[in-house]
């Protein structure tokens, strides 16, 4: 008897917490219109007064080596803090609770911070959040677009005036659907449609999340670089990485300088090359004319995408 009553309890439990679930799937928002995103963006985002404090939140293709780099581009006392794993999407900087693979090995330098604790801090002027790739696994299985809006909310929540930006990245090199075809095609698709867009549309007074074009100032300046048969030491897109997908010194000034310019709404054409890494040695240097060609890139490729907020050309 004790059984089957147990049975009966229980049986009510399973359906409504499946029940549940299945309410959580259905009811992410379907993407915000593509008339109603445009008009978020009509407007350039306001120019910072001065120096700015930043939270990268990420994965290896931000690295340790590319925010050092930002810093040394930004005026003089801009700050930050990072939290890193392998292969991190932004689940796991969300859920405490998560098997955060690689967090021991990629958090010890000394601008480590709990992801969480920062974002209650309040104490941030721009925080920086990006998506695991495969792009299309994160959709489907770390419920981006539900994460994105979360980590927003909460710096929101503590810092009303906080900027927030999604970083689009890129796939391997060798992805059998080609680089650059994906990097063209999964924009407007996936880190557009697929998450920003619904994560815009969880509000129903959405706040613009503004891009930062990792994937598309890649794709720019190696069509560029390729075109001329080389430029200086970088004669093709392999000589960016030190593998299929991890950028090398070259890589990572091209990924600074464009964050630089989205965050600073400036351009970087005439700024320095030579820098140096997280650990202080040296970085490679691109030379005058691979650097002038990347600020260049950089600068047309953000003031022609209104999702940046810099002002377009």
């Avoid at 001329?228 to 970088?234: D, N």
């Avoid at 820098?275 to 691109?286: C, I, M, Q, W």
């Amino acid at each position: 008897m004790l059984k089957r009553l147990s049975l009966f309890l229980v049986a009510p439990l399973v359906f409504l917490l499946g029940g549940m679930a299945i309410f959580s799937r259905v009811a992410t928002p379907e993407p915000l219109a593509v008339e109603a995103f445009d008009a978020l963006y009509a407007d350039p985002a306001e120019v910072p007064s001065g120096p700015l404090n930043v939270l990268h939140l990420g994965h290896s293709l931000v690295g340790h080596d590319m925010p050092q780099m930002l810093a040394q581009l930004a005026q003089s006392g801009h700050s930050y803090n990072s939290q890193l794993g392998w292969g991190t999407p932004l689940k796991d900087h969300w859920d405490e609770n998560a098997p955060r693979n690689g967090f021991a090995d990629s958090n010890t330098h000394p601008q480590y911070r709990d992801g969480l604790n920062a974002l209650s801090s309040g104490e941030y002027d721009a925080v920086i959040l990006t998506e695991a790739v495969e792009i299309r696994d994160s959709i489907k299985y770390q419920d981006s677009a539900e994460m994105l809006h979360n980590l927003a909310d909460k710096a929101r929540s503590h810092n009303p005036n906080v900027a927030v930006y999604f970083y689009e990245t890129w796939h391997h090199l060798n992805d059998p659907e080609g680089w650059l075809e994906r990097l063209d095609r999964d924009l407007g698709l996936y880190w557009e449609g697929e998450i920003l867009r619904r994560a815009l549309n969880y509000e129903a007074t959405p706040q613009p999340i503004y891009m930062i074009p990792g994937g598309q100032v890649m794709a720019r300046f190696a069509r560029a670089v390729e075109a001329r048969g080389g430029v200086g030491p970088i004669n093709n897109r392999q000589d960016l990485f030190l593998d299929q997908i991890h950028f090398n010194d070259y890589g990572a000034y091209l990924i600074a300088l464009t964050h630089y310019a989205v965050l600073y709404k400036t351009s970087p054409v005439g700024l320095p090359h030579a820098l140096l890494k997280a650990d202080g040695t040296p970085a490679a240097d691109p030379g005058p004319e691979a650097a002038r060609l990347m600020q260049e890139t950089v600068w047309e490729v953000v003031t022609g995408y209104p999702k940046t907020g810099v002002p377009q050309n």
